[in-house]
């Protein structure tokens, strides 16, 4: 099976901006997450979609949006761009039966926030 | 708030001796704890699922333990080598929340 894939690889944009990152996870997945990943904070949790509905949250300003498609295809959203949103965001992939799930992470998109 | 400590920000050590890494986690008690490896530039990929019924697990060199008493997970890489060398994470994957890594690095 193919891997999780994001697209794009790199972005870079100004203050202000928004910015839609797109992830396809692994066919038959249903569950995909996001997460902001920089070098002070570590992984964080944005949100889970599963079955196109958001069905967990993390603690991130209502900037920060997403949305999932009926083929399980997700896209993320930031509006009004601010330098500390400059970070790897990451997707990840899973059946979405719960806890045990392994996550399949895609390879990120690096975003550069001038 | 729930919270997963990894506190070690890095470690070093030589090639052929057993890396412990350490999870501690507050707040709460997880069904399951996972373990990711993060190479430079790339997405975690998962290595190793304990549940909270098991005390112990392996995988090849690697071998994870959970203490439910003192809310933690050791994570051992035996006989290391430098291709271990990598960031590794734990993760409470009930609640999606992951750890800040330790990053390893074996040298020769």
């Known amino acids: 099976k193919a891997g999780v894939t994001q697209t794009p690889r790199y972005l870079i944009k100004t203050r202000g901006q928004q910015v839609t990152l797109s992830c396809s996870p692994i066919s038959g997945h249903r569950s995909v997450s996001w997460y902001q990943q920089t070098p002070g904070q570590g992984l964080q949790f944005l949100f889970e979609y599963f079955s196109e509905t958001q069905r967990n949250k993390g603690n991130f300003p209502g900037r920060f949006s997403g949305r999932q498609f009926s083929n399980s295809r997700s896209e993320m959203n930031v509006s009004t761009l601010e330098l500390g949103d400059s970070a790897l965001y990451l997707c990840a992939s899973s059946t979405g039966q719960g806890g045990s799930d392994t996550q399949y992470f895609g390879p990120g998109t690096r975003l550069t926030v001038l | 708030s729930q919270k997963i400590e990894q506190n070690s920000e890095a470690l070093n050590i030589q090639e052929g001796k057993t890396a412990t890494l350490t999870c501690n986690y507050t707040?709460?008690?997880?069904?399951?704890l996972q373990w990711y490896r993060q190479d430079p530039g790339r997405g975690p990929v998962f290595l190793l699922l304990?549940?909270?019924?098991?005390k112990e697990k392996r995988k090849e060199r690697l071998k994870v333990t959970f203490d439910t008493t003192l809310k933690q997970s050791l994570f051992h890489i035996t006989a290391s080598q430098p291709a271990d060398s990598a960031t590794y994470l734990c993760a409470h994957t009930d609640k999606l929340i992951f750890g800040t890594g330790t990053r390893l690095q074996v040298f020769p």
């Open positions: 707040n709460y008690s997880p069904a399951y």
């Open positions: 304990i549940r909270e019924n098991e």
